[in-house]
């Protein structure tokens, strides 16, 4: 199974005040116990590590990059970085959906889903349902 991961799914896993804690570590643990692969690109990890900082401290975002190296270094996880082409396809779905809140994140992650084929999107935006995708898990 191959599972792109948000930054709302990061997130869930790593602040155990999030709102989605549970839900998303179950989701993470069960998606490691089957071998999953996961994937996930270089902005929505700069998210991810600016939200830890600002939000839990610099520690936390730092040992998130170290475990982020390891899950590469093994296997685990793939990081996409957003090209050129990429970026354009993002700029055409941020200026299309005018109406629609998105972040130019998504924006990026959309461009790389209709490029590359996941199972099912880790994470809590529904934007990701919106464009057509398996979003999990399911908020409780």
Do not use: N
Not at 33 to 54: H, K, N, P, S, W
Not at 120 to 134: K, Q, R, T
Request: charged residues 20%; contains cysteine; glycine residues 8%.
């Amino acid at each position: 199974m191959i599972v792109f991961i948000d930054a709302g799914g990061w997130l869930s896993v790593l602040i155990e005040s999030d709102q989605f804690h549970e839900a998303g570590k179950g989701y993470f643990q069960a998606l490691m116990a089957i071998g999953g692969q996961a994937m996930t690109t270089d902005f929505v990890l700069d998210e991810v590590v600016t939200r830890l900082r600002y939000d839990v401290g610099h520690a936390k975002a730092a040992k998130f990059l170290t475990l982020i190296h390891e899950a590469i270094d093994e296997g685990i996880l793939r990081v996409h970085r957003i090209t050129e082409d990429l970026w354009a396809e993002a700029e055409a779905h941020f200026l299309r959906y005018a109406d629609v809140r998105l972040s130019f994140t998504d924006c990026t992650s959309f461009a790389l889903l209709s490029a590359q084929a996941v199972d099912e999107v880790f994470g809590f935006d529904a934007h990701f349902e919106m464009m057509g995708h398996i979003l999990q898990p399911k908020p409780p």
